[in-house]
């Protein structure tokens, strides 16, 4: 069995507030974060997940929580 690989350790992207003025600045962070650690965010779901895990302000955090709750369900929660 191959070893999983390691996570480079980058600072990870700030949470967006979801301020226009900041959006370039965040996706392009995320962009970065993830083509360095494409071994460990292979599918897209990891990086769903990743850029939703830094949704925790403002109306980013309410978006969120809607996307998860019409994109996702129980199974997705199983191995």
């Known amino acids: 069995m191959a070893a999983r690989p ?3 350790n980058l600072n990870k992207p700030e949470p967006y507030d979801g301020n226009p003025a900041g959006y370039t600045d965040f996706a392009n962070a995320c962009r ?3 083509a360095v650690n494409k071994g460990i965010y ?3 779901m ?3 997940a990743f850029v939703l895990s830094l949704l925790t302000k403002g109306d980013t955090k309410t978006w969120k929580n809607n996307w998860i709750k019409d994109n996702m369900d129980e199974d997705d929660l199983k191995e």
Request: hydrophobic share 40%.
């Open 42 to 44: 292979v599918t897209p």
């Open 32 to 34: 970065i974060y993830l």
């Open 6 to 8: 390691k996570e480079i």
């Open 46 to 48: 990891h990086k769903v």
